[in-house]
């Protein structure tokens, strides 16, 4: 027999080994099931379409790689910059230190002009009953002649009430400048005159001292030093206004401050005394205890006889007379002004009768009018 041709058709069941069909799909023997596996197909391939190609150059893929590194690099930084968690850095502050020039003041050779001042416009003022010429004048401090010219009247300047007038306003007085002042040590330093002196071999200060006969917390004082040893070199300044008193004659007293102003209290300013007979008594406050040799000084003068009638006395009490001698003779109103001021006796003239000098500021100055027969009036 020939052998028999396995055929390429058979295939094996892999559990019982039977030879079955190729297209078998289960084993008679064992009931296995089979996988149908399909045999490739002997068609062509179907081609896809083929991509468009984009041929670049080195030079352009590098830069295209790079401008997409930048874009994203941008886009990364925008977002976390949005979230917070970065932050623009802030420069720091740079301090600039700019030279600034001081000008030194020149001294200036202009004149400094004196303050001129603009007269002040005169004021109206009604008649009342009772008003005279002088009594205005004295009382506004003008001159009887300006208002007469003011107005145009006569010299007897005869008012009716009701009547309106021009007072002229007295001139302001210029007051004085105000100049740099030092304070108390400084005015001490510099009035007081000093002496350079080197400490030498075997100076103390205790020595120093007695030969120039000033007192050793001077010296100290005057050179800031605690120290009373001193040595050789050393650079001293010796305070000469501070010597101690010599020994000799009692020395002169010193003066006294001088007083303030005595305030004025009687008569009211400006009051009139119709009747000649009146005895009028003026009254002022105490500057102090007086002493010894110090009194008041009292200065009356008659206004409307241009300062010819005037008394001065002297007394050591707050209040005066009006003396009779300055009673009014005649008809015509007087009008009188009077000041108070301290004063101190300076010695003697040859008839033995002491001579005053003012020791204090002078009183603010008050008028009162005497003439006439009616009651007592006030002037405006």
Same mark, same amino acid.
């Given at each position: ?77 925008? /977002? $976390?910059?949005?979230?917070?968690? !970065?932050?623009?850095?802030? +420069?720091?502050? &740079?301090? *600039?230190?700019? #030279? =600034?020039? @001081? ?54 300047? /005869? $008012?009716?009430?009701?009547?309106? !007038?021009?007072?002229?306003? +007295?001139?302001? &007085?210029? *007051?004085?400048? #105000? =100049?740099? @002042? ?55 300044? $010796? ?9 000799? +004659?009692?020395? &002169?007293? *010193?003066?006294? #401050? ?69 009673? +009014? ?52």
């Amino acid at each position: 027999m020939s052998p028999e041709k396995s055929s390429s058709t058979m295939k094996v069941c892999p559990t019982c080994g039977t030879r079955l069909s190729e297209n078998a799909t289960r084993c008679l023997v064992c009931g296995r099931n089979f996988t149908v596996t399909s045999k490739p197909s002997q068609e062509s391939p179907v081609e896809s379409p083929r991509l468009p190609e984009l041929k670049l150059s080195l030079p352009a893929a590098l830069g295209l790689i790079f401008l997409v590194l930048a874009v994203g690099a941008g886009i990364v930084y925008l /977002i $976390l910059q949005g979230t917070g968690k !970065i932050t623009a850095a802030t +420069p720091d502050a &740079t301090m *600039t230190v700019t #030279p =600034t020039m @001081t000008a030194s003041p020149q001294p200036s050779s202009e004149p400094t002009l004196a303050p001129t001042y603009t007269p002040l416009p005169p004021i109206d003022y009604v008649v009342q009953e009772n008003d005279q010429c002088v009594l205005l004048a004295a009382y506004h401090d003008v001159s009887l002649q300006s208002i007469i010219d003011a107005n145009g009247l006569t010299s007897d300047c /005869i $008012l009716a009430v009701g009547q309106t !007038i021009k007072i002229p306003q +007295p001139t302001p &007085t210029a *007051t004085a400048q #105000p =100049t740099s @002042t030092q304070s108390s040590s400084q005015s001490t330093s510099e009035a007081c005159q000093t002496l350079d002196y080197t400490v030498a071999e075997n100076d103390t200060l205790s020595s120093i001292a007695a030969n120039y006969n000033i007192a050793i917390d001077s010296i100290k004082s005057y050179n800031n030093t605690t120290s009373d040893v001193v040595w050789v070199g050393m650079q001293l300044k $010796l305070p000469l206004c501070m010597r101690l008193p010599t020994e000799g +004659p009692t020395p &002169t007293p *010193t003066t006294p #401050p001088p007083y303030a102003a005595p305030s004025l209290l009687l008569p009211v300013d400006g009051v009139v005394y119709a009747n000649t007979t009146d005895v009028i008594t003026l009254q002022w406050s105490s500057v102090g205890t007086l002493r010894e040799n110090e009194v008041y000084m009292v200065t009356i003068e008659d206004v409307t006889s241009n300062g010819v009638s005037r008394v001065v006395q002297y007394v050591t009490d707050t209040k005066l007379t009006v003396p009779v001698s300055l009673r +009014p003779t005649d008809s015509t109103s007087h009008i009188f002004r009077w000041w108070v001021v301290a004063a101190r006796q300076a010695g003697f003239n040859a008839d033995q009768t002491p001579i005053y000098e003012t020791n204090g500021a002078i009183s603010t100055a008050r008028v009162f009018g005497w003439a006439g027969t009616s009651s007592a009036t006030t002037a405006p």
